[in-house]
């Protein structure tokens, strides 16, 4: 019937820190989750720039992990942030044209136990996969 006013999520984020790519889902208890990529530039944005016809490639200097929060009390309190990924991506590309580094393969859903599972672009080897993860909580 109508909306709250905004609230950070996040307060402790780095400055350095640019958050995208976000997925929300509610499990069988009523818990609200939220995973998201938490990129970081360098202040040498891009480390290389050349063009391939007429595509303009953009080697970024960046790294990003997902991280997951969840609230138990319908979004009035969260609980600490935490970081999902086990190791820090570092893609070897600007993502040519991508979206913020391919958010438009992020999902994530809750299974029958209340666990979240999070599916994201994960590029620690330089090449992206898919990566998924069972992230349970304990209010």
């Known amino acids: 019937m ?27 208890q009523g818990a ?3 995973s998201w ?6 202040e040498h944005q891009y480390d290389k720039v050349y063009k391939m016809g007429d595509l303009v490639i953009n080697e970024y200097h960046e790294t990003y992990d997902l991280r ?25 590309s600007g993502h040519a044209g991508r979206f913020f580094p391919g958010s438009d393969y992020m999902f994530m859903d809750s299974a029958g136990d209340g666990a979240f599972h999070p599916l994201w672009p994960d590029s620690r080897t330089g090449i992206f996969q ?7 909580i304990k209010p």
């Open 32 to 34: 609200l989750g939220i």
């Open 130 to 136: 898919l990566h998924t993860a069972k992230v349970t």
């Open 37 to 42: 990529l938490d990129k970081i530039v360098s």
């Open 2 to 28: 109508s909306w709250s006013p905004p609230k950070a999520v996040v307060s402790d984020a780095a400055p350095e820190s640019v958050h995208g790519a976000c997925n929300l889902a509610v499990n069988n």
């Open 68 to 92: 997951f929060i969840a609230s138990v009390d319908g979004g009035e309190s969260f609980l600490k942030p935490a970081r999902v990924s086990s190791q820090t991506s570092k893609p070897k």
